[in-house]
């Protein structure tokens, strides 16, 4: 199995034209050429501590969903953690491919799988690209309207939050759920507009908060959080397309944000 089968299995199913225009994702790092994949590391993240995991389990690639390298560097020292990363990728001859934002908008990619966690169907992009089946966030039904308070209980469990934080619920009972994995604050008017009771996203930020009372219930669990069952989808597209490579999930939690409780 060669490392360009790895990254042609991941671009036939989450096109590299998907990505938006901000991004970065694909080949970061690594040979383009004839080399063979010894095994392939899975993580929402790439630091220096997950390409010294691939060393130390035999992988010579990392997929990650978030891009190492996503601001123009104008110089790699070791000052910062991507310039570490990156001396310490290329120095163990580790490729490092991201599937950010082409594998958020791709049919099946990271908000159907958020919505299929939840159970939703009937399934619509809240903003769909011209002309194609791609987009961003998706806006379905439940199986059954559920009360606001436990609806959120719901989704907390979902996707292990020990808390969730959301305004007050415009409508008493949830039915029609939009979601985004990620930063997907801009798509709260999309969602709005295809009168869903709800909307989930990783990040919303506060002022973001402020004027919706009325529209719809918001509801911010955590950047991380959101994406974590993105290594499924990444396993399952490697494992269909090279049923022989050696797959692994990182063992390490690359989430930067510790939520800690009250000691008091």
């Not at 919505?115 to 169907?121: H, I, K, S």
């Not at 396993?235 to 090279?242: E, F, G, S, T």
């Amino acid at each position: 199995m060669k490392v360009q089968e790895v990254f042609h299995a991941l671009e036939d199913f989450a096109p590299l034209a998907l990505q938006d225009s901000f991004d970065n994702a694909g080949l970061q790092i690594g040979l383009t050429g004839d080399v063979d994949a010894t095994g392939v590391l899975l993580s929402l993240d790439v630091t220096e501590d997950v390409v010294a995991e691939a060393v130390q389990r035999g992988c010579n690639v990392v997929v990650s969903h978030h891009p190492l390298l996503f601001h123009p560097l104008k110089s790699i020292t070791d000052d910062d953690y991507v310039g570490r990363t990156v001396m310490s990728a290329i120095r163990h001859g580790i490729a490092l491919y991201a599937a950010h934002t082409n594998l958020d908008n791709a049919p099946g990619g990271v908000n159907h799988k958020m919505a299929e966690r939840l159970g939703l169907t009937d399934l619509c992009w809240l903003q769909p690209k011209s002309g194609l089946d791609a987009g961003s966030g998706l806006v379905g039904m439940l199986p059954k309207a559920l009360p606001a308070h436990e609806f959120i209980s719901m989704v907390a469990d979902t996707f292990k939050v020990p808390c969730v934080r959301h305004n007050h619920a415009a409508q008493p009972y949830i039915s029609r759920v939009a979601l985004c994995g990620g930063a997907g604050a801009f798509l709260i008017s999309d969602a709005i507009s295809q009168r869903a009771d709800a909307f989930i996203t990783g990040e919303i930020g506060y002022h973001r908060f402020f004027g919706h009372e009325a529209d719809l219930l918001l509801m911010e669990i955590g950047h991380y959080e959101s994406e974590q069952y993105t290594l499924e989808i990444l396993h399952d597209i490697l494992h269909r397309a090279c049923p022989e490579l050696r797959i692994v999930y990182t063992e390490l939690q690359t989430n930067p944000i510790i939520t800690s409780s009250n000691p008091s």
